[in-house]
């Protein structure tokens, strides 16, 4: 996958083509679209948690953390002043039994 094709068909509403796949976005009312899917933004946000969840469930096979999945919580702050993104965090939430070996905090 080398290209990603983004419709400009008017309006706040984009969708992104890329293999077999489209992937719908919008911005929300106060932004000038219909809320009507994600927007692009968030989209990217859910992107980094997805991808962390993907690797935790391929680094932990040996406590078999992927039978028994428990969520990854993903906590965005943001800056008083310019309302953008300043950090994130990922927290895995492990069960009560998982291995002490493989804990880090």
Not at 44 to 58: E, K, P, V, Y
Not at 87 to 102: A, H, N, V
């Amino acid at each position: 996958m080398n290209e990603f094709i983004i419709d400009f068909s008017g309006g706040a509403p984009r969708d992104a083509h890329f293999g077999p796949y489209t992937v719908k976005t919008d911005q929300p009312p106060a932004g000038g679209g219909e809320g009507s899917a994600p927007a692009p933004f968030s989209l990217f946000l859910a992107s980094i948690g997805t991808c962390a969840g993907h690797l935790c469930a391929g680094v932990l096979p040996p406590a078999r953390l992927a039978d028994r999945w428990h969520p990854l919580v993903q906590r965005m702050e943001t800056d008083p002043l310019s309302h953008m993104v300043a950090k994130i965090s990922l927290d895995i939430q492990l069960p009560s039994d998982f291995p002490e070996k493989y804990r880090t905090r």
